[in-house]
């Protein structure tokens, strides 16, 4: 069964950093292009990075530019968000998807996310001011 788990999640103040792992198992990643997003309670997801299969390609939104980077370790199956100059604003539960077919550049618009291959189960992050 192919999944998805998050961690690193937790609670630190704003302007502080956190690095969210996605950790998938149960086939080989390498073809899969993947994604973070977030959603703040009453919230609608939201994308915030996306990375394609290889690694070459990274997109952001506007919101985290500069700040967050995505990256991935293929040998560990593994996708990273290293997130810097954390705002209050950023708090929110975190997902990771990934999909073979959704191009990484596509993976902002919302009407795709229900076409993903598999979803993690989130995990949290909150921020002090």
Request: hydrophobic share 35%; net charge neutral.
């Amino acid at each position: 069964q192919v999944k998805l788990v998050e961690s690193g999640g937790g609670l630190v103040q704003a302007g502080g950093s956190l690095r969210l792992s996605c950790a998938a198992s149960g086939r080989n990643f390498d073809n899969y292009n993947m994604g973070w997003f977030r959603q703040a309670p009453g919230q609608e997801r939201d994308f915030v990075a996306s990375i394609n299969w290889s690694g070459s390609e990274t997109y952001y939104h506007p919101d985290v530019e500069g700040r967050f980077t995505v990256s991935k370790d293929k040998a560990k199956n593994t996708m990273y968000l290293q997130m810097n100059s954390l705002k209050p604003e950023d708090a929110a539960v975190y997902f990771c998807a990934a999909d073979r077919e959704l191009a990484a550049r596509d993976m902002y618009i919302k009407k795709v996310y229900g076409y993903f291959e598999v979803w993690g189960q989130g995990t949290p992050v909150t921020i002090s001011s």
